[in-house]
Antibody, heavy 119, light 107 residues
């Protein structure tokens, strides 16, 4: 199982970036997936979730209305469109697979992509 | 929204020590509680899921307990590779909140 993020970089406040996560080693269309971020020196923050069929989507309040999660099961890919970026969105962004074992857990993670929002 | 707290925020311990970290939810989450280990520059790793189930491949010195609102992660016989930050996470609410973390440092 592998998840590989890309698309991070330096962007000015108010700008946009599209993050991608390409997965392999499992049937992507069978699993929900998430974006989780960690700002420098801070803890983990769950950002967004999308179900296997894209029918169910949730966002953290901190990004609702600015970020959009999507997926393309044919391309084994997860995306996060980030708009109206703020300095406080600076973080390493991870994609993580959800699995329901009764309760849900995040069992596989990518290595992350760094987003820096600065003027 | 369900809020998660952890205590302590950091601790110092020696190799071989027994370490206990506490996590509290703002409302009952039954057993919808996971524990993750995070080291700098690496991806988080799930240790315990459903409050007390050990993830495959995780050493048996890690254990979890609790239900409702109060949970603990215990590391018995602390090893050098266990120095890291530990996070609890609730997955009852679809906003999958993490706790603020507990940093385990070398004494």
């Amino acid at each position: 199982v592998q998840l590989v993020e890309s698309g991070g970089g330096l962007v000015q406040p108010g700008g946009s970036l599209r993050l991608s996560c390409v997965v392999s080693g499992f049937t992507f269309s069978d699993f929900g997936v998430n974006w989780v971020r960690q700002a420098p020196g801070k803890g983990l923050e769950w950002v967004a979730y999308i179900s296997s069929s894209s029918r169910t989507i949730y966002y953290a309040d901190s990004v609702k209305g600015r970020f959009t999660i999507s997926r393309d099961n044919a391309k084994n890919s997860l995306y996060l469109q980030t708009n109206s970026l703020r300095v406080e969105d600076t973080a390493v962004y991870y994609c993580a697979r959800s699995i329901k074992v009764g309760p849900t857990m995040f069992d596989y993670w990518g290595q992350g992509t760094l987003v820096t929002v600065s003027s | 929204d369900i809020q998660m707290t952890q205590s302590p925020s950091s601790l110092s311990a020696s190799v071989g020590d027994r370490v206990t970290i506490t996590c509290r939810a703002s409302q009952s989450i039954t057993n919808y509680l996971n524990w993750y280990q995070k080291k700098p520059g690496t991806a988080p790793k799930v240790l315990i899921y459903a409050a007390s189930s050990l993830q495959t491949g995780v050493p048996s010195r890690f254990s979890g307990s609790g239900s409702g609102t109060d949970f603990t992660l215990t590391i018995s016989n602390l090893q050098p590779e266990d120095y890291a930050t530990y996070y609890c996470q609730q997955t009852l609410s679809p906003l999958f909140t993490f706790g603020p973390g507990t940093k385990v440092e070398i004494k």
